[in-house]
């Protein structure tokens, strides 16, 4: 085979530029919070229109708000050079964490948006070759550039919507004694509906920090949580776009429905962080807490939008110290904030209304499962919340880095005391050592791995009682009830059974 790729960075060579740049959300200025910040989008158009002596097809393929092709337009326009002529094309990128090549190669579509001119239509049909040699006529998809950029926003925003229902359903069940997920099963049956994105979670995952040494020696833990964000590959900062785009349209109702999509994922992380801190007696503080994932979904290290950044923040706040284990989050991506803090007052209401100075074990960092990022992670602002009220963190991720975990930890949003920080928190590479002596474990990510774990023995490692608070839904609850372990999960209450223990030898035989 001959090599097709290749690295390079003569931008005048080809006849078709990609650019694939970051465009983060606005941390200043107008629309701070929810704005797009175009910035290298703009400094990619200066670049090309700088170095290009001959015509190009530009296609913007960052996630963009409507529009941004004409600013490109434009920038291009104004620095065009004799003779050189541009065509800006919107071919907006469907990737998801821990998939993305799969689903180059195997997309479910492919949107071609460009202008409805002859020479518009004619750069849309050059693209559309280039797809052509790996994907199906009938899913290329062109269109004009401002549907092609909407809807990219459009289908973002319509997943976050399902997640903000089910999870709205799950206070419902949890306070009617129904089952979250025997509701959305039935609803998933029905045709019109579909049963994808119908599992209620915390959302994202919190924030925690890992100690990569593997003999240190940890404070007890309390608690263990397991984090695994729904939401996945769904950006919150997409449906905040969409927000500030109508609002700018002067559409405030329509801006009002999309930002309820986001107020109800905030309040059911906040939810859950408010269950661990109830179960541990009232009170994190000082309390050693295991987080289990980071990422915002199994299989990837991808932690943006993650809801265990809130909950770690929200347990932080309660001056929780975590304990954060997750298979791919690395540590420089971990922190964020809120449906994390209802998770985290969870937590605070099942420890007795206090975490101070009680050991809450962390499990999962990152965004979602199989991956270290933990940009956006829910586990993140649970962390926060639980320090906050002073508990203590162990906090365990396959993938995340102590590194990413302390970075995301002591970001200013998170935190304004580091140092507070990195006395609350403590990174493990062992998910076992991070759940030893905790008060509570909190499962933050959808590992797989945290499914097959010996949780007798993380249960006999843990002070009594042993709370152990599921984010993501993905634990044998009644097997673990068994074991003696009190669980709480996201949709539906648990009622443990009376366990029967020898405290004594058996009489010999």
Known sequence: ?????????????????????????????????????????????????????????????????????????????????????????????????????????????????????????????????????????????????????????????????????????????????????????????????????????VGKCPVVVIDTRMNSKLKKISVMVVFQDLVAAVSQKDVLNLVYLCECLNLPEVAEYWQQVININDYQRRRFANKIIECLFNTVTNKNIAIFGFAFKKDTGDTRESAAIYICKYLMDEGAKLHIYDPKVEEKQLITDYQRRRFANKIIECLFITVTNKNIAIFGFAFKKDTGDTRESAAIYICKYLMD????????????????????????????????????????????????????????????????????????????????FDGRIILDHQKLMGLGFNVITIGKRLQRPNVHRPYAPAPAQ
């Open 1 to 201: 085979m001959t090599a097709n790729i290749y690295s390079s960075v003569q931008i005048n060579t080809p006849s078709k530029i990609f650019i694939c740049v970051n465009t983060p959300t606005k941390n200043y200025g107008v629309g701070k919070g929810r704005a797009a910040d175009l910035k290298y989008i703009e400094s990619a158009a200066r670049m090309i229109a700088t170095v290009s002596t001959k015509s190009k097809i530009v296609v913007e393929k960052s996630t963009v708000p409507v529009k941004a092709a004409e600013s490109i337009a434009n920038i291009l326009k104004a620095n065009v050079k004799p003779g050189v002529k541009y065509q800006v094309l919107s071919n907006p990128e469907f990737l998801a964490e821990g998939t993305a090549v799969k689903d180059l190669l195997q997309p479910d579509r492919v949107l071609i948006g460009g202008d409805q001119t002859p020479e518009g239509h004619e750069a849309i049909q050059a693209l559309c070759w280039v797809y052509g040699h790996w994907v199906s006529k009938d899913r290329i998809i062109t269109m004009n550039t401002w549907s092609s950029e909407l809807s990219k926003l459009a289908a973002n925003a319509f997943l976050a919507q399902r997640i903000s229902s089910i999870n709205a359903m799950s206070a419902i069940c949890e306070s009617t004694g129904a089952d979250v997920t025997e509701v959305a099963h039935a609803v998933g049956m029905d045709t019109r509906i579909g049963n994808k994105f119908l599992k209620a979670s």
């Open 389 to 468: 009220e002073g508990a203590k963190l162990h906090i365990y991720d396959p993938k995340v880095e102590e590194k990413q975990l302390i970075t995301e930890l002591t970001h200013p949003a998170i935190s304004d005391d580091p140092s507070r920080v990195k006395e609350l928190v403590t990174i493990h590479k062992d998910p076992y050592k991070a759940a030893e002596n905790t008060h509570a474990l909190v499962v933050c990510t959808e590992w797989d791995e945290f499914i097959n774990y010996d949780y007798e023995k993380i249960y006999g490692s843990m002070l009594k009682p042993a709370f152990l």
